[in-house]
């Protein structure tokens, strides 16, 4: 193929054949290696010049066309006696986790669940939760996978939403939401209990339940909600615990697996609401297994045995894509740790010494600011990942640091993405671990840079709007074909998901997020990224975290409010201020500057549900303060 023809393959991009697309890509990555010399477009989606960090194999890899539960099985045929699962010492090797996925199946049919069926499964990660998932995969069932937090408004919506009959939930949740069920279709609830799943006496059956505290509520659970559950149990039919739920199965079932259709739908999850209200997003088999797949081909160099820490619940689609079925498709063992995680993320990864850890910028800072960990060795840790929100770069530098200080081979693994494309999109690799950037696309991934007044291509190296083309991209928004549409966009190369992020590529070819289209901050007309103020402050040496949001003003339009939560030695918090606000003045231009009251110190950031900064309450806070602070100065 000489140039000429790239060229042409260049111009019918949306109608290439699979093995067109190959070659194609080979022949870019020889031009971005400068081992085959032409002309380049500046257009990235065109170019693909981060196909230079991938193997040949890695490009010619061929998309899986089966189910997600007979990908993992194929996966693993020659690796049954592998540890699949290691819950608080539990060990379920492969072999039996996919007779219990048989079992829970059959049980599922017995209960009248057929493929279609939408499933809500109320839950963190359990044992059970994951035999369910992939037992109603083999039916065709749909698993919809709720918050446990979702307060009873939310409950009745997913409900509904999805015509669900039967609802897995753990036991402490089903008291918050029982009184709407019967504004619901569901016909039965089952409850679950993380102790459920082992037996009753020994060591573990008989400590585990104070090893895991589920959530707050959890904690404060009392003996009064003990002994209505126990009534409920007792006294509706329509509710049982999960060994009722086994032992219900008719005798003699047969379960018909549900052959493999594309784009055939296995679970919904939900968007975390950060800045928007949550969306229900369809992920379908192919998008488990893509993810999968391109990790399986990465440098990551995951391999069967090794063990990964899962402390992302399953709800997140960056907990059951990434953190569930990718390392137990590579052969892994999982660990599963259903706690919600804080600041005991140290204590964990000491406890049980994973190889890889998949985790978010508030755990990482956890670790740095934890006193136990002084001396202790953590050379076991082969990838320390951070994803789900933004890693300011003083934070990305820090936890180098301590991870080379600590013996780690790894250095902070950034990904980026978002739930509409099953998480993660793109990482960075051994070979492009940069500062400030989040790395490369994954291989089979396509990444446009769009700017937002004009809807047209950017060159490299200029910002817009991160829009993908992936095979992990999302089916739809569930019912909802108006926002389906504003997120999916046709071009003549194909369907594009339109992030919401700003973002560029560098020279490198590795891609820059500038921050959120949404956080743009526009003021007498220009536009600036909250992003960029956050990251000059977090020069400060004073400065723990912070966080810029968007204000009102009168006369401009908007204006910065910020944020500060100092470090812990800082004490002079009227001189640490007094230097922002000087830097801000001496490296923004002016007319984005926060006003001089558009400052707040705090003793820590709001996150939400799901680790991330809670922008919508900041920006509120923000409104606030703004407006009182005017009324004073009018009063004055």
Same mark, same amino acid.
């Given at each position: 193929m000489n140039i000429d023809e790239l060229k042409e393959y260049r111009e019918k991009l949306g109608k290439l054949t699979q093995e067109e697309d190959k070659q194609r890509n080979l022949y870019l990555k020889k031009l971005a290696n400068g081992t085959l010399q032409g002309p380049l477009t500046g257009k990235q989606s065109i170019d693909k010049t981060w196909l230079k960090y991938y193997s040949d194999e890695a490009i010619l890899i061929d998309l899986p066309e089966m189910t997600a539960l007979n990908y993992m099985k194929t996966n693993n045929k020659n690796n049954s006696n592998g540890i699949a699962l290691n819950f608080f010492g539990l060990k379920i090797t492969y072999?039996?986790?996919? #007779?219990?996925? $048989? #079992?829970? +199946? #059959?049980?599922?049919?017995?209960?009248?669940?057929? +493929? &279609?069926?939408?499933?809500?499964?109320? !839950?963190?990660?359990?044992?059970?939760?994951?035999?369910?998932?992939?037992?109603?995969?083999?039916? &065709?069932?749909?698993?919809?996978?709720?918050?446990?937090?979702? $307060?009873?408004?939310g409950m009745k919506h997913y409900l509904n939403e999805g015509k669900t009959k039967l609802v897995f939930t753990l036991d402490s949740c089903y008291l918050g939401f029982k009184d709407?069920?019967?504004?619901?279709?569901?016909?039965?609830?089952?409850?679950?209990?993380?102790?459920?799943?082992?037996?009753?006496?020994?060591? %573990?059956?008989?400590?585990?339940?104070?090893? %895991?505290e589920l959530t707050k509520e959890e904690k404060r659970k009392n003996k009064k909600e003990k002994e209505e559950l126990n009534y409920i149990l007792k006294s509706d039919k329509k509710v049982c615990n999960w060994n009722t739920f086994l032992s219900n199965k008719k005798k003699n079932i047969t379960v018909s697996e549900k052959k493999y259709e594309k784009?055939?739908?296995?679970?919904?999850?939900?968007?975390?609401?950060?800045?928007?209200?949550?969306?229900?997003?369809?992920?379908?088999?192919?998008?488990?297994?893509?993810?999968? /797949?391109?990790? !399986?081909?990465s440098d990551f160099k995951y391999s069967v045995g090794e063990s990964l820490l899962n402390i992302i619940p399953m709800f997140v689609a960056y907990g059951v894509v990434n953190s /569930?079925?990718?390392? /137990?498709?590579?052969?892994?063992?999982?660990?599963?740790?259903?706690?919600?995680?804080?600041?005991d993320f140290p204590d964990i990864i000491n406890k049980f010494k994973p190889n890889h850890v998949i985790a978010i910028p508030m755990h990482w800072e956890f670790m740095?600011?934890?006193?136990?960990?002084?001396?202790?060795?953590?050379?076991?840790?082969?990838?320390? +990942?951070?994803?789900?929100?933004?890693?300011?770069?003083?934070?990305?530098?820090?936890?180098?640091d301590f991870l080379q200080k600590h013996n780690s081979g790894s250095k902070i693994v950034k990904g980026y993405g978002m739930t509409e494309i099953s998480a993660c999109a793109v990482t960075n690799t051994?070979?492009? !671990?940069?500062?400030?950037?989040? &790395?490369?696309? /994954?291989?089979?991934?396509?990444?446009?840079?769009? $700017?937002s007044e004009t809807g047209l291509e950017v060159n490299t190296g200029q910002k817009g709007e991160i829009c993908f083309k992936s095979p992990t991209t999302m089916k739809e928004y569930f019912n909802d074909e108006t926002a389906t549409n504003k997120a999916l966009k046709?071009?003549?190369?194909?369907?594009?998901?339109?992030s919401g992020d700003l973002g560029h590529f560098d020279k490198d070819s590795t891609l820059v997020v500038d921050g959120r289209l949404?956080?743009?901050?526009?003021?007498?007309?220009?536009?600036?990224?909250?992003?960029?103020?956050?990251?000059?402050?977090?020069?400060?040496?004073?400065? $723990?975290?912070?966080?810029?949001?968007?204000?009102?003003?009168?006369?401009?339009?908007?204006?910065?409010?910020?944020?500060?939560?100092?470090?812990?030695? +800082?004490?002079?918090?009227?001189?640490?201020?007094?230097?922002?606000?000087?830097?801000c003045i001496s490296q923004l231009p002016e007319y984005f500057v926060p006003e001089f009251d558009n400052y707040l110190i705090v003793n820590e950031l709001p996150h939400t549900k799901n680790g991330k900064l809670d922008l919508n309450l900041l920006e509120n806070i923000a409104t606030n303060e703004v407006e009182t602070t005017n009324k004073r100065q009018k009063s004055r």
């Open positions: 072999k039996k986790l996919f #007779e219990k996925i $048989d #079992e829970v +199946a #059959e049980s599922l049919v017995s209960y009248g669940v057929r +493929a &279609g069926d939408i499933v809500v499964i109320n !839950s963190v990660t359990l044992p059970q939760t994951i035999f369910l998932l992939y037992a109603l995969n083999k039916i &065709g069932a749909i698993s919809d996978l709720t918050d446990l937090r979702t $307060d009873s408004n709407i069920l019967n504004e619901t279709s569901v016909e039965n609830v089952v409850l679950l209990n993380p102790t459920d799943i082992v037996p009753l006496v020994g060591k %573990i059956g008989n400590s585990l339940k104070e090893k %895991i784009d055939y739908p296995m679970a919904v999850v939900h968007t975390s609401g950060t800045t928007s209200t949550p969306k229900s997003v369809v992920l379908t088999n192919d998008n488990f297994n893509a993810m999968a /797949l391109q990790y !399986s081909v /569930l079925h990718m390392p /137990l498709c590579l052969g892994m063992t999982n660990i599963v740790y259903p706690k919600v995680v804080n600041d740095l600011h934890n006193k136990n960990m002084e001396g202790k060795d953590l050379s076991f840790l082969k990838t320390a +990942a951070c994803g789900g929100d933004k890693l300011n770069v003083e934070l990305e530098k820090e936890m180098n051994n070979n492009t !671990s940069k500062i400030g950037s989040v &790395g490369i696309p /994954l291989v089979k991934n396509n990444i446009k840079i769009i $700017d046709k071009h003549e190369d194909g369907t594009w998901l339109y949404k956080r743009l901050i526009i003021r007498r007309g220009f536009k600036l990224s909250a992003v960029a103020i956050e990251d000059l402050i977090m020069k400060n040496s004073n400065i $723990d975290s912070c966080a810029v949001v968007k204000a009102p003003h009168e006369e401009d339009g908007e204006t910065p409010f910020v944020y500060l939560v100092l470090k812990e030695k +800082a004490t002079n918090k009227s001189e640490i201020l007094d230097e922002v606000r000087k830097m």
